[in-house]
Structures are given as structure tokens and as C-alpha cells.
Antibody, heavy 121, light 107 residues
Framework: EVQFVESGGGLVQPGGSLRLSCGAS????????MSWVRQPPGKGLEWVAN????????YYVDSVKGRFTISRDNAKNLVYLQMNSLRAEDTAVYYCARDGGEGVQRIIFYWGQGTLVTVSS | EIVMTQSPATLSVSPGERATLSCRAS??????LVWYQQKPGQAPRLLIY???TRASGIPARFSGSGSGTEFTLTIGSLQSEDFAVYYCQQYNNWPFTFGPGTKVDIK
């Protein structure tokens, strides 16, 4: 069974930093693109970043470029999201997610349970 | 960036009735569209990809159609568990973008 355990969320002041972690199990982690998608409370979804199987390609939505960094450790089945210079508008539930594999690599098939990040003074 | 719009924002339907949800892209996305269902406090659930292919385990009452810029999700006969928010999302061009969602509630 595909499972994710997200951690690292919490309350942070504007301008501060957080690192989210997502541990994966139930599949061969190194075979899949991994992503982070966020959802502000009561609002819609925004795909924040994704990373290729070997970490050589990374993509970011414009609103986080230069502030957030996605990375992965295939030996530990972990994907990270380093978030710096946080703003109030970054407040959201952050979901770790996995694509469908070969042929369906740009589609999220599996989602974690989400971790809440609150940016407030 | 491709902008996705959805209509209506809220759809009130009685159990057993048919529901039709619309999604539009600001430019052609071919058939690179997915539909997700989200219930309160839960992560989204993949329903449809490639505009019309049901994901594994999704009941046949869910069907998707369309290509280019106009797409439709049809729920053939609404069950109690189908009352939720539905999002469309394009994966043709990065950044992959979501529509604002359609809430399907009980009439």
C-alpha cells in the first residue's frame, strides 16, 4: 500500500523558514516523480513543486521560485521542501504527492494526508 | 500560465440525479486534464485522467469528456458519498494549474 508520512509543519513568523519532510513506503520510491501541492484553508489547490526520479529536474510555481527548494533522498525514501522567506500567503496545508509512473508521469495518483504550515506573527 | 475555470461554483443536486460539471482552459491542453474529488479534511482523490480515463477503483457513474479547452465531468446518479468538491487540473504545460472547484451539495 502506498503511504506517505509528512512532517515539519507548524507556526512560523513571516520571513522565517521551515523544512517539510515526506517519508514514502509501499512502492519503489526512486521510480517516481514526487511533488508538493498546497491548499490554503478553505481555498483551492496549487501545485508548488516537483522533482524527477533522480533529482536532476525540478520545477517550481512562480510564487515560490527563489524561496522554496524541493529535494529528495532516494536511499531514505524521503522528499523535502525547504521553505525560506515565508509569507502570510504561504499559509496552507502542504501535501506530498506521487505521480502515476511511466506514461502517466505528470498526474498525481497518490497524496499524503497533508501538513499545515501557518505563517503569522 | 494556463488558467482553468469551473462552472458552476456550486451545484445543488438530489441523490439519484445526474450532475454535470464544466471546466474550461484558457488555451488548448489537448486531453491533458484530470478530475479530483475532495471531501472535507481529506486529500484529493483522482477520479479521471487523460480527460476521460477512470482511475482504478472509480465507479462507472463517473465519466469525463472533452478536449482542447472544454471539458465535462458527469456523475450519472449521485450517491450520498459523491457530495464533495471537484477540481479539474491541467498537466499540459508547467505550472500545472487547478480550477477553483465545483462544490456539489445536497438539494
Amino acid at each position: 500500500e502506498v503511504q506517505f508520512v509528512e512532517s515539519g509543519g507548524g507556526l512560523v513568523q513571516p520571513g522565517g523558514s521551515l523544512r517539510l519532510s515526506c517519508g514514502a513506503s509501499g512502492f519503489t520510491f526512486s521510480n517516481y516523480w514526487m511533488s508538493w501541492v498546497r491548499q490554503p484553508p478553505g481555498k483551492g489547490l496549487e501545485w508548488v513543486a516537483n522533482i524527477k526520479q533522480d533529482g536532476t529536474e525540478k520545477y517550481y510555481v512562480d510564487s515560490v521560485k527563489g524561496r522554496f527548494t524541493i529535494s529528495r533522498d532516494n536511499a531514505k525514501n524521503l522528499v523535502y521542501l525547504q521553505m525560506n522567506s515565508l509569507r502570510a500567503e504561504d499559509t496552507a496545508v502542504y501535501y506530498c504527492a506521487r505521480d502515476g509512473g511511466e506514461g502517466v508521469q505528470r498526474i498525481i495518483f497518490y497524496w499524503g494526508q497533508g501538513t499545515l504550515v501557518t505563517v503569522s506573527s | 500560465e494556463i488558467v482553468m475555470t469551473q462552472s458552476p461554483a456550486t451545484l445543488s443536486v438530489s441523490p439519484g440525479e445526474r450532475a454535470t460539471l464544466s471546466c474550461r482552459a484558457s488555451q488548448s491542453i489537448r486531453s491533458n486534464l484530470v478530475w479530483y474529488q475532495q471531501k472535507p479534511g481529506q486529500a484529493p482523490r483522482l477520479l479521471i485522467y487523460g480527460a476521460s480515463t477512470r482511475a482504478s477503483g472509480i465507479p462507472a457513474r463517473f465519466s469525463g469528456s472533452g478536449s482542447g479547452t472544454e471539458f465535462t465531468l458527469t456523475i450519472g446518479s449521485l450517491q450520498s458519498e459523491d457530495f464533495a468538491v471537484y477540481y479539474c487540473q491541467q498537466y499540459n504545460n508547467w505550472p500545472f494549474t487547478f480550477g477553483p472547484g465545483t462544490k456539489v451539495d445536497i438539494k
